[in-house]
């Protein structure tokens, strides 16, 4: 097979290997370097593959493993809470940059990605293969270089901890949006009372700034202190509109809200995501602000009515 029969080839694998990267690093890009870097040793190889999707599939898992074990120094000195780079679409399905690359299902929320981030790498990278993916232990073990036994065990542990910390399954988004229309117009009309009406009262808050926007360093935790800290943002820049519209991240109804303090400047843009529970009640919300994880600003600032 020749050099362009192979990168055809290896094309048709592209999407399901950056979807199993991107569950296992929580980064599209980080995902797509990965995924790079193993055609570039596909290109190389001198040997026989046979099969060439679970070829692939081992080469990516090994390469995101190496970077889940070296991610562990550097996620320690992360300035404030970490979340996933988001995957935006807009609601008729289009994504926002390079997320049509992942496909979006339950396991691809926020939450649950979170709760991965918690795993160490072994279990993080058997349950998603496994799991998600349906590998067989004997190629997750050689993943690993371990034993499917062990390969089975890391998948059970991970299976726990995400069926004890991971949210129900969110309502389908017609029905989360409703809710999120009610939430962002309370706090983009300052009304605390209407606000607090949208919160479950265990809700938390996590922001991420990573260094590089204004947040909250800690997680923000019930309604009160939650709704007072939502109605602070949005009074940082007074008497300059903000814009917010409805978006789909990782599957869920999300908001891209953006302010312009200085018209010939760059916007300041915002993922906000409300995770809406069967309650009809807003539980936890991710706000995304480190626009190292917020791909285009600019085609995020025109969904979010720039």
Not at 175 to 203: C, I, M, W, Y
Not at 241 to 255: M, Y
Request: hydrophobic share 45%; charged share 25%.
């Amino acid at each position: 097979m020749d050099q362009t029969e192979l990168a055809d080839q290896f094309e048709l694998h592209r999407r399901r290997l950056v979807g199993v990267a991107y569950r296992m690093l929580g980064s599209v890009a980080e995902a797509e370097d990965v995924v790079q870097d193993a055609w570039v040793r596909l290109a190389r190889t001198e040997a026989q593959v046979d099969e060439l999707g679970a070829w692939l599939t081992t080469v990516v898992s090994r390469l995101c493993l190496d970077r889940l074990r070296s991610a562990r120094a550097r996620r320690e000195q992360y300035v404030g809470p970490w979340l996933p780079e988001p995957l935006v679409h807009d609601l008729a399905g289009h994504a926002v940059g390079p997320a049509e690359l992942v496909e979006v299902d339950e396991s691809v929320r926020l939450a649950l990605l979170v709760v991965l981030e918690r795993l160490s790498a072994e279990q993080r990278v058997a349950f998603v293969l496994h799991d998600v993916f349906d590998v067989p232990f004997g190629e997750v073990a050689e993943v690993l270089g371990t034993s499917p036994a062990a390969a089975r065990q890391h998948a059970s542990r991970a299976r726990r901890a995400v069926h004890a910390e991971a949210p129900a399954t969110a309502p389908p988004p017609a029905g989360q949006s409703e809710v999120v229309e009610a939430f962002f117009r309370a706090a983009a009309g300052g009304d605390l009372h209407a606000l607090t009406r949208t919160l479950a009262p265990d809700v938390v808050l996590i922001s991420d700034g990573g260094g590089r926007a204004r947040a909250a360093l800690r997680p923000i935790h019930g309604t009160d202190k939650v709704a007072r800290f939502l109605l602070g943002l949005a009074g940082y820049y007074p008497g300059v509109p903000f814009s917010g519209r409805p978006v789909l991240v990782n599957g869920e109804i999300g908001l891209v809200v953006q302010v312009r303090p200085d018209p010939a400047g760059p916007p300041d843009v915002s993922v906000v995501v409300p995770h809406v529970g069967a309650d009809g009640l807003v539980h936890g919300i991710d706000v995304l602000r480190n626009p190292e994880k917020l791909g285009d600003l600019e085609a995020l600032a025109r969904l979010g009515g720039g």
